[in-house]
């Protein structure tokens, strides 16, 4: 091969290498276990502990992309949701990537679409969270259905300190998780919180030691995961309405989505276990 070849492909390679996009998100199906591989749990890792896990634009696209096809795939009935290291879940969102935005490029670009289609996801999402979980890492942490908290975990939206206010939903899902007050303080101030005051005021489901955070995850998601999974799909959906909908029109919501599982060979088996007393084996439909 003569030094002009050698010099033309080492330059194919470098272009190649420019044009796939580093992956910033990693997944494992079925998540790995203490004792061994968790059947029907995903695991879900955002990759850029350099810059504390960022949301980057192209990490929350390789995110949504990865949850859908988690979503869609039958050997797979709850994830864990979780940031590489240590020190954050997700610091929130790339401040380099968004300063030099304007009005117009977030609206035509419309990347905070991807937001909503990651609250769409049916199956259970478990958040693991050691560390920071700021701004869009706090907006990302209450997409998900449950979080498992480390006793290092932090929580706030400071987006104010920057000039701006939270943009995917900090507003909205803090204030429905916490209340006003509560919501309106950290909003304005952009002051963090601890786990503990986290869970006390309801906004995650559990603490744990910080090393214990993603093996309390996993064991959370392969409890649901064990669960007959239509009716995990039709309980989920039905307490999501829950924030959504006046009482009347939820509770009309939860009995037409409790009669329809009556039409599932899980329900017969369900009932028909706990009458033999065995355990039951779901089949999922």
Do not use: W, Y
């Given at each position: 091969m003569t030094d002009t070849t050698s010099r033309a492909r080492a330059r194919q390679r470098r272009a190649g290498d420019r044009a796939e996009p580093r992956r910033f998100v990693r997944v494992s199906l079925p998540a790995p276990g203490d004792d061994g591989p968790l059947d029907g749990v995903g695991l879900v890792v955002l990759d850029r502990p350099e810059v504390l896990n960022a949301l980057d634009f192209e990490l929350i696209a390789q995110l949504?992309?990865?949850?859908?096809a988690l979503d869609r795939d039958p050997a797979c009935r709850a994830n864990v949701l979780t940031g590489a290291g240590d020190r954050a879940f997700a610091a929130g969102a790339d401040i380099r990537e968004l300063a030099g935005q304007s009005p117009t490029s977030l609206t035509l670009?419309?990347?905070f679409h991807r937001w909503e289609r990651i609250k769409r996801?049916?199956?259970?999402?478990?958040?693991?969270?050691?560390?920071?979980?700021?701004?869009?890492?706090?907006e990302l942490a209450m997409t998900c259905d449950l979080i498992v908290a480390g006793e290092d975990a932090q929580f706030g939206q400071p987006e104010i300190k920057l000039g701006v206010m939270p943009g995917?939903?900090?507003?909205?899902?803090?204030?429905?998780?916490?209340?006003?007050?509560?919501?309106?303080?950290?909003?304005?101030?952009?002051?963090?919180?601890?786990?503990?005051?986290?869970?006390?005021?309801?906004?995650?489901?559990?603490?744990?030691?910080?090393?214990a955070t993603l093996p309390a995850a996993l064991e959370l998601a392969a409890r649901i995961a064990a669960m007959p999974p239509v009716a995990v799909l039709a309980a989920k959906?039905?307490?999501?309405?829950?924030?959504?909908?006046p009482l009347e029109a939820g509770l009309e919501f939860e009995r037409r989505t409790f009669y329809l599982l009556f039409d599932t060979d899980d329900q017969k088996e369900g009932m028909a276990a706990f009458m033999e007393k065995r355990r039951p084996t779901w089949r999922g439909r």
């Open positions: 949504t992309d990865a949850l859908e670009d419309d990347h996801i049916r199956k259970p999402i478990v958040a693991a969270v050691r560390g920071f979980a700021l701004g869009g890492g706090c995917a939903g900090g507003t909205q899902r803090l204030t429905r998780a916490i209340g006003k007050a509560k919501a309106m303080e950290l909003v304005l101030t952009g002051r963090t919180m601890s786990a503990r005051e986290a869970e006390a005021h309801g906004l995650v489901t559990t603490v744990v030691p910080a090393e959906a039905s307490v999501n309405r829950a924030e959504e909908l």
